[in-house]
């Protein structure tokens, strides 16, 4: 499957506690993104790389949230002192810089704080 | 900022008929893109079909074509020959370049659509 990958499917957390997330794009994209989704919402934009540099970010994205992408290949997106209206499904989405705008996504995770 | 509308929260459909999604956006800019995503229950976003706004035509892809009015800032979904495959939540999507790189989505809340057997 060369499609977009996302690690792990489900957490259940404790507020308070830190958690981390993995998303592998398709190999030759470049760009990189970030959303999160709450139920009955459409995903909203958290925060965008190309290549191993993070060149947006949304202010939803607050202090306790960073994002990696160290070599340019995966990300990581880490919280820090979880609340529970954290809880939500993050998705990741991949393109390829230069071709055309279209995003494709990966399954996400769902964040259940309790 | 852009904002999307979709005001049809929930809708059905009998299979082997036509549905359409209506989609209605807010923007100052005059080139972007629209797509619809396809969500199915407990699985990822597909992405149905694009725009580009400088194109006049509309576009298709098999069953799925769009009706867009630039003027109208109206961007509708039409199904054809609905499938039970078709179960799910559709999402109107609108693409700006942000001018740092990326291209960033900006969603409506979804509509629900169940084909019925």
């Known amino acids: 499957d060369t499609g977009v990958s996302q690690d792990p499917r489900h957490k259940i957390t404790k507020r308070g506690q830190n958690v981390t997330f993995r998303c592998d794009p398709i190999s030759e994209h470049n760009r990189l993104y970030w959303y999160r989704q709450t139920l009955g919402q459409g995903p909203e934009f958290l925060t965008y790389f190309q290549n191993e540099a993070q060149l947006e970010k949304s202010r939803l994205l607050s202090d306790r949230f960073s994002a990696e992408r160290p070599k340019g290949s995966f990300s990581t997106l880490e919280i820090q002192r979880t609340e529970q209206g954290d809880s939500a499904m993050y998705l990741c989405?991949?393109?390829?810089?230069?071709?055309?705008?279209?995003?494709?996504f990966g399954p996400g995770t769902r964040l259940t704080v309790t | 900022a852009q904002t999307v509308t979709q005001s049809q929260p929930e809708m059905s459909v009998q299979e082997a008929e036509t549905v359409t999604l209506s989609c209605t956006y807010d923007t100052s800019e005059n080139n972007y893109y629209l797509f619809w995503y396809k969500q199915p229950p407990s699985r990822q976003m597909i992405l149905v079909i694009r725009?580009?706004?400088?194109?006049?035509q509309n576009a298709t892809e098999n069953r799925f074509s769009v009706n867009f009015q630039k003027a109208a800032k109206s961007f509708s979904l039409k199904i054809s020959d609905s499938q039970l495959g078709d179960t799910a939540m559709y999402f109107c999507?609108?693409?700006?370049?942000?001018?740092?790189?990326?291209?960033?989505?900006?969603f409506g809340k979804g509509t629900k659509l169940s084909v019925i057997p």
């Open positions: 989405a991949s393109s390829l810089a230069g071709g055309s705008p279209e995003q494709y």
């Open positions: 999507a609108f693409c700006l370049y942000s001018g740092a790189g990326s291209y960033q989505l900006t």
């Open positions: 725009q580009e706004a400088y194109k006049q």
